[in-house]
């Protein structure tokens, strides 16, 4: 059964740090475009980072220079590391593979065809 299985969340203060991680089964993660996505209440869901099988990496300006993607091929596992996290980090965070880019980066949604169940970030002092 293919599952994407987040975890790592929970409640930080304000320039605190979280590794979240993105365990996959049922589909090899080099294979795919691997993308992390959040949610905060109200808005839409946004590209965070991406990453593909030769480790080149994408970042929303919104996180450069606090958050890295990394990627473990033996676990089969991508990991987002947050430092230095801001109340407007607070979201659900998603990690989701996309398989028909031909290695390509984005953060458009559309394009990812398997996705996690989330996990919540919370920033807050």
């Known amino acids: 059964q293919l599952q994407l299985v987040e975890s790592g969340g929970g409640l930080v203060q304000p320039g605190g740090s979280l590794r979240l991680s993105c365990a996959a089964s049922?589909?090899?993660?080099?294979?795919?475009?691997i993308g992390w996505f959040r949610q905060a209440p109200g808005k839409e869901r946004e590209g965070v980072s991406c990453?593909?099988?030769?480790?080149?990496?994408y970042y929303a300006d919104s996180v450069k220079g606090r958050f890295t993607i990394s990627r473990d091929k033996i676990k089969n596992t991508v990991y987002l590391q947050m430092n230095n996290l801001k109340p407007e980090d607070t979201a659900v965070y998603y990690c989701?593979?996309?398989?028909?880019?031909?290695?390509?980066?984005?953060?458009?949604?559309?394009?990812?065809?398997?996705w996690g169940q989330g996990t919540q970030v919370t920033v807050s002092s």
């Open positions: 989701a593979a996309a398989g028909g880019t031909l290695g390509a980066l984005t953060s458009r949604v559309y394009e990812y065809d398997y």
């Open positions: 049922g589909l090899t993660l080099d294979s795919y475009v």
């Open positions: 990453m593909n099988s030769d480790g080149s990496s």
